[in-house]
């Protein structure tokens, strides 16, 4: 039988990218890379995990933040190469404090700040 | 003076994801990758252009098929490494002929039809 796994292009490198937004606004929230493990535990559990490239592990987005964020559904594109998760989002989903790690808006040549920020930085990560 | 291309991380092939949502409804409508010269014309053109890594070349989003996506905003991620785009999309986004290339959303381990096909392909692409 077909795995799932199969159904999906990961790249050379085993990964896809998921877009995760909000389920309600449809707003989005951030960009990760997923592997097959990631996207596994992901199904499993109902909560986003995701691939660090830099840190080469496999982490649930808010484990040390406690801001998770809840799949509500998982799509892939006509290409099957990306993904797009709706997530109901516990907290703020940018580790900067804003709701959505897009919070930088090109203006003229410049990025201006156009999001509000939520949650402060250092309170969160302090903790541990 | 630092360059704008300067300030965000293009991959190791110069490229870097560029997510497109509608702007008025926020639904992701597709994504695709940008080089430094796509992004230029996008900025210059108001007009979204990709970079094809199957066809190694520059285009134009609806060069063919007219469903052009005029540029609301461009936004970047905390990472400065993935471009979110609103737009107003004419016609559909994507070439199978739905408004949004994410049609597909997993239901077990299958992926089913999640969205109306606006357009028939067909009528669109044999006009060349």
Known sequence: ?????????FDQHGLIPAIIADHASHQVLMMAWMNRDSLGKTIASGYTHFYSRSRDKL?????????????????????????L????????????????????????????????REVDPAAVYQKK
């Open 1 to 9: 039988m077909k795995d799932l796994f199969d159904t999906l292009k």
């Open 59 to 83: 982490w649930k987005k808010g484990e040390e933040s406690g801001h998770t964020q809840r799949v509500r559904s998982i799509r892939t594109d006509c290409d099957a190469d990306v993904l």
């Open 85 to 116: 998760i709706d997530v109901e989002q516990t907290g703020v989903a940018c580790h900067e404090g804003y709701r959505s790690c897009f919070f930088r808006r090109l203006d003229g040549v410049m990025w201006a700040i156009d999001g509000d």
